[in-house]
Every structure is written in C-alpha cells, then in structure tokens.
C-alpha cells in the first residue's frame, strides 16, 4: 500500500510509552490514515515516566491533536488531564488524551469499550447474555478494571478471581467507591470469588473473561486453564491475550462449542475513539484491518 502524502497540515497523533516499540497502535493508525487518504502521521513516542508530563505539554505546544498512552503512563495520565470521561474516572486511568484549541486535556479510557465493541462485533448479544449471570473475570490489574467497569455500566453481575486475592477485594472497594461518586448510582453487583487450581466455571456464569497474562506467548509459564466440564452451554469465553491468537483457553472454549473471543478485537476497537477525535474520520475493524495488523504481531 502507497504512504498518502504528509504535508504542512497533517493532523498530528502518536503513543506515548515505555517501551513502546512493540505498540501496533502506529501499525494500525497510520494504515487506517493511509486507506482513508487523509494528510495525517501517528508516530511512537518512547518517553520515560519522569518525562511523562513534559512530553504530554511538549505535544500540546507542537501541535499534535492527541495521543494514546499506553504502560507505563495512564495513571500519570489521568493525573494530568482537565476533562476525564466517566470510563477514565471509574478506571483512575487514561489511554486517549484529545488536545482542545482552548489549551484544555480531554482524557478517556477506551479499553471497556473496545472489549464491548469487538463482543459485538463478534455476533455476541450482550442484553441477552446479562440476562443469562454474572460476569467471571480471571485477574485483578488495569485490564480487570476497564472490562468490569464497562460490563457494570452495561447491567451484569461481574465476579473477580485473582490469584492475589486481596488484590481481587481492593479492586471491588475500589470500583464500588468510584461508582458511587462518579455514577450516583448504589454500589455496584461486583463480588470476589477465591482463585483455586483449577478454576470451576459454574453453569449460572454468562461470560468468562481471561485478563491476566495466562496463555500469553512470553507470559507464564504455567498450564492454566479453567474448568469448563460444568459451564453452560451459551457461555461466551474471552481472552484479552492477542498473542497467539488462539490461546489455550480459547482452544479449550472451542473444543466444547462455546464462542470464544480472542484479544486482537479490543486492542483494534479500542483505537477507534481516538482517530475519530484526532483525524475526524470514523473506522471500522474490518476483515482487512484485522489481516494487516496480524500481519504484524
Ligand atoms: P494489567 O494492567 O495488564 O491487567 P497487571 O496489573 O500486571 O496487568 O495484572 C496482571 C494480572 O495477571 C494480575 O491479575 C496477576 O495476578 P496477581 O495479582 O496475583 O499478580 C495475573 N497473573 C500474572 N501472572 C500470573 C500467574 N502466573 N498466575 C496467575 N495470575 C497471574
């Protein structure tokens, strides 16, 4: 594919990280600018977390419409930020910052919708699985965050399995704190359920959700793997692991007939917020969006 032209006006965006050199998100960016034929650039930007502010209003005075922030910088992110959307302030975290012309940071945390969006995508009906039981999330870090706050603003039951498990209640005190103040709403349906070897899925679960390094090329060298003998029938199984994109657990979920849903879909929705801020275009994560970027795992 030809590289569009960048001329005096291109829109500006790129990823702050460190490291950030194994970021597809400037894979994925600039060949949705490219398709779209848009005078625009999305570059890498490795920046050490001293230097995390800095950078960000070194951006902002250049000219760049935004950034994506991904490790080790959301927290700082969110820290920094004059106008967090719900999903940021219930997070504490933030991966898209929008530069306004009136000098002001607007940030959000996309990653529960990506996860939303490439359920969807993927066929899943989500009003009809919450009717179905709770959510069962393995893992209690950012990832566990964003996917619990997203699924409780769409009306499920989430449960948290962590191996550290008073990571596992710190997160629900966390989570229930922040959605009192941020929502007005009454705590939310959010529980822990202890880690044990291996996890039984019980058959009321709706929704199975892996978001800790289990089952990742390069993670853990552990054969983990939930129990699915006595998991229903409709149960959709998620993996936020993208590399391979066939995990062991998705491979498992596949060989009873469950639907299964791999990572990539989230980490290409959840880019989308921030092109449309940045480029004014809306995307999609079609079947060649999927191919070009697999290309480059
Ligand atoms: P992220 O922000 O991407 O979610 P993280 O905060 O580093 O990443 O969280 C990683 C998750 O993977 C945690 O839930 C971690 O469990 P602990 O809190 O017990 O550390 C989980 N994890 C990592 N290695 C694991 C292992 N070998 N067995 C079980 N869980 C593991």
Redesign the pocket.
């Known amino acids: 594919m030809k590289r569009g032209r960048i001329t005096g006006q291109a829109k500006l965006a790129g990823v702050l990280g460190h490291p950030v050199s194994h970021s597809l998100s400037p894979v994925l960016h600039n060949y949705w600018l490219e398709q779209r034929n848009i005078d625009g650039a999305y570059v890498p930007l490795p920046v050490r977390p001293e230097q995390f502010a800095i950078a960000v209003r070194g951006l902002q005075a250049a000219g760049f419409r935004g950034a994506n922030v991904t490790?080790p910088h959301k927290e700082a992110a969110f820290a920094l930020v004059d106008e967090p959307d719900l999903a940021a302030r219930l997070s504490g975290s933030v991966n898209t910052l929008v530069f306004s012309e009136d000098g002001r940071i607007q940030g959000s945390s996309t990653d529960g919708f990506g996860f939303l969006e490439s359920l969807t995508a993927d066929g899943v009906d989500l009003t009809h699985l919450r009717q179905q039981g709770p959510a069962l999330l393995?893992?209690?870090?950012?990832?566990?965050?964003s996917i619990a706050t997203a699924l409780l603003e769409q009306g499920f039951s989430v449960i948290i399995s962590?191996?550290?498990e008073p990571?596992a209640h710190a997160l629900v005190k966390d989570l229930s704190q922040a959605w009192e103040e941020h929502t007005g709403n009454s705590a939310p349906d959010l529980s822990v359920q202890p880690?044990a070897t291996p996890e039984s899925v019980s058959g009321d679960i709706s929704l199975l959700v892996n978001?800790?390094?289990?089952g990742m090329s390069g993670?853990?060298d552990?054969a983990?793997m939930p129990d699915l003998a006595h998991a229903s029938e409709n149960l959709v199984v998620c993996d936020i692991v993208y590399i391979p994109r066939e995990t062991p657990l998705l491979k498992a979920a596949t060989q009873r007939g469950l639907v299964a849903v791999g990572g990539l879909g989230m980490l290409l929705h959840q880019a989308r917020p921030g092109f449309r801020a940045w480029f004014g275009t809306e995307t999609t994560v079609d079947a060649a969006t999927i191919d070009y970027v697999s290309d480059a795992l």
């Open positions: 490790i393995f893992g209690a870090g950012g990832a566990a965050r962590n191996r550290t990571r880690w978001t800790t390094s289990l993670g853990p552990t983990w």
